[in-house]
């Protein structure tokens, strides 16, 4: 089993920047693939972001290519989400997600085997 703890959501103004941070217990987290998702008030979980176990992979929701960018630190068992330019349609509860072992992330919420509880990101305008 993996546990997964979501680190860094606040309060930021249009056009800011904040980094969301996922720490990983319990399982090999070098193996996993990895996701972050965001579900706003009254709307389904969306894929925001993927970084497969390999690290040679990385893919992005249109709606955040160019401002978002996920890393993983395998060592210390991280995945972050850097934010930039944030606008306020991206204010949603964000979720760190793991799919595996020596599996591929996937873009449907349904899709990934573990969830964190989520932090939330509110952009004001």
């Known amino acids: 089993q993996v546990q997964l703890v979501e680190s860094g959501g606040g309060l930021v103004q249009t056009g800011g920047s904040l980094r969301l941070s996922c720490a990983a217990s319990?399982?090999?987290?070098?193996?996993?693939?990895m996701g972050w998702f965001r579900q706003a008030p009254g709307k389904e979980r969306e894929f925001v972001a993927g970084?497969?176990?390999?690290?040679?992979?990385?893919d992005y929701a249109d709606s955040v290519k160019g401002r978002f960018a996920i890393s993983r630190d395998n060592a210390k068992n991280t995945v972050d989400l850097q934010m930039n330019s944030l606008k306020p349609e991206d204010t949603a509860v964000y979720y760190c997600?793991?799919?595996?072992?020596?599996?591929?992330?996937?873009?449907?919420?349904?899709?990934?085997?573990?969830w964190g509880k989520g932090t939330l990101v509110t952009v004001s305008s």
């Open positions: 997600a793991a799919k595996g072992p020596y599996r591929a992330y996937d873009r449907r919420a349904a899709g990934m085997d573990y």
């Open positions: 319990g399982g090999r987290f070098s193996t996993y693939g």
């Open positions: 970084i497969s176990w390999t690290v040679s992979t990385t």
